[in-house]
């Protein structure tokens, strides 16, 4: 069954259009698990109910977190489900496990006024003002849209032309979403283009191809990459005066949907701007404000008062 990992990985791509970090997300799941079937002697096509159940205890003694687990167990799952249809098992071994079950902690939200502070902060992050106009406008972006990390690096150039109104992403699974963009997006999306494009002007013009990326870079991938854009949030949290753990792409996701829900957004609506497929993903953000109400009436009402 090793031998079938990539014919497993392949169908994904096919049949279920996964995402390429969600691909790279099964790949190593499921070498983890062949490694500890092959550490422990363990043909993974003989492979019964309590040798899994004894995996994923190995994973829990290791110290990982429920939401690991759980995604370790629905790949397995998800894996001998493949091979009970391929005919390589006659049973899905893993079918009647229960998981660990994922964990509820409510995200971590930026208030309004920090990501101010993060907006005024990336103006004097970078090594020149081509590099800072860069920075603002991811964030803008970012915290305009509420894109994944990985939209937002990956957006081609030919979405952005034109003084858009909106912008057209491909999300999760090639399933696309139209996202409007705020004046000051507007503008500073206009203001990075030109000095974008006068970049790539010299760049050909020493023999370089033209990048079709709006935010081009010497990556393998041709644009930024998710981690670069992860350690530049932590510097222009640190020029903003707020602490780095505090801040990175995903939590200023959160703040777009926790903001726009607090301003009285429809829920149906951020659902579709985020790209959730179910509308119970969205929902967290109701328990964001929920504690929020629940803290400021401790806090403030005369009862509550010891």
């Known amino acids: 069954m090793q031998n079938w990992l990539g014919m497993f990985l392949e169908t994904k791509a096919a049949e279920a259009g996964a995402a390429k970090n969600t691909l790279e997300a099964y790949g190593r799941d499921l070498n983890d698990f062949l490694g500890w079937c092959a550490h422990h002697g363990h043909a993974p096509e003989a492979l019964g109910k309590p040798d899994i159940e004894a995996y994923l205890i190995a994973c829990d003694a ?24 391929e005919r390589i098992r006659s049973d899905n071994p893993a079918l009647e496990i229960s998981g660990p079950g994922r ?19 990336a103006r ?16 803008e972006l970012l915290y305009a849209t509420g894109m994944r990390v990985s939209e937002l690096v990956g ?8 003084d858009p109104k909106v912008l057209l992403i491909m999300g999760k699974g090639g399933k696309e979403r139209i996202v409007p963009l705020s004046p000051d997006a507007r503008e500073l999306l206009q203001d990075w283009l030109v000095a974008r494009d006068a970049a790539e002007e010299l760049a050909r013009e020493k023999g370089q191809a033209a990048s079709r990326f709006l935010f081009p870079s010497r990556s393998k991938a041709g644009h930024m990459t998710r981690n670069r854009f992860y350690l530049l949030m ?3 949290a640190v020029q903003a005066g707020i602490s780095p753990a505090k801040v990175s792409p995903h939590k200023l996701r959160h703040a777009f949907a926790t903001h726009l829900l607090a301003n009285g957004a429809d829920l149906r609506a951020i659902q579709m701007l985020l790209g959730h497929a179910d509308v119970a993903t969205t929902e967290i953000y109701t328990h964001v404000l929920e504690k929020r109400l629940q803290d400021l009436v ?9």
């Open 155 to 162: 957006l081609p150039v030919a979405a952005a032309r034109g």
């Open 124 to 139: 004097a992050v970078g090594r020149g003002p081509v590099e800072q106009l860069r920075n603002r406008c991811l964030l």
């Open 103 to 121: 964990s509820k902690a409510l995200p971590q939200v930026l208030s309004e006024d920090e990501v101010t502070r993060l907006l005024e902060g």
């Open 298 to 306: 401790l806090l403030h009402h005369p009862m509550a008062q010891d």
């Open 62 to 85: 290791q110290g990982l977190a429920k939401s690991t687990r759980a995604r370790r167990l629905s790949a397995i799952k998800q894996y001998y489900r493949f091979a009970y249809e």
């Open 234 to 236: 932590k510097e222009i």
